[in-house]
């Protein structure tokens, strides 16, 4: 991770699950001050271990700005980023697991400085060539040296992929859920 987010305060949205606790390591390792955002306390378990300095349920309007903001939640939880954005600040929108339409002021947005808003969507940037080899590279080398875990939190059968994926959708999985396939 780039240097420049070292001493800058994080919020990372839906911070429980798979990609938000690879964020939350990740922002961590690059010296960021990490507030890890969950829908319930439970949720919140383990993740100051992974390197969250504090962790919230929901993100509110209204507090202490953030100069970056990895949202995954979309809805009212990005409408509370853009309200949350330091002047000088990013927010990263890459999911709506909301489902939610996001409504915001957005000349309040632009008024608090020269805030920035991007879209982020993975399969884009991969066709479009600006992720590879050298990026899997980068986070191979950070888990084979221990400093990014990966949590397996549900391993089952491919056979069972139904269930997998409506225990990831209920948010029953902090972390990453692994299909097995068995040979006969």
Excluded: C
């Amino acid at each position: 991770m780039s240097t420049w987010i070292d001493g800058s305060s994080v919020a990372i949205t839906g911070a429980a699950g798979g990609v938000g606790r690879f964020a939350v390591q990740l922002a961590h390792d690059a010296g960021a001050k990490v507030t890890a955002v969950v829908g319930n306390p439970e949720r919140g378990e383990g993740l100051r271990e992974i390197g969250a300095d504090d962790f919230v349920v929901g993100l509110e309007p209204e507090g202490e700005p953030f100069d970056l903001i990895l949202e995954s939640a979309g809805g009212r939880s990005l409408a509370a980023a853009l309200s949350r954005v330091s002047p000088e600040g990013t927010v990263v929108s890459f999911g709506n697991s909301s489902n939610e339409p996001t409504t915001f002021d957005a000349r309040g947005f632009y008024r608090r400085g020269r805030p920035t808003l991007r879209g982020y969507f993975v399969t884009h940037e991969l066709l479009e060539g600006r992720l590879g080899t050298a990026e899997l590279t980068r986070l191979v080398e950070l888990v084979s040296s221990a400093r990014l875990r990966v949590e397996v939190d549900l391993v089952v059968p491919w056979t069972e992929a139904a269930s997998a994926v409506q225990a990831l959708l209920e948010r029953h999985v902090r972390g990453k859920a692994v299909l097995t396939v068995g040979w006969s």
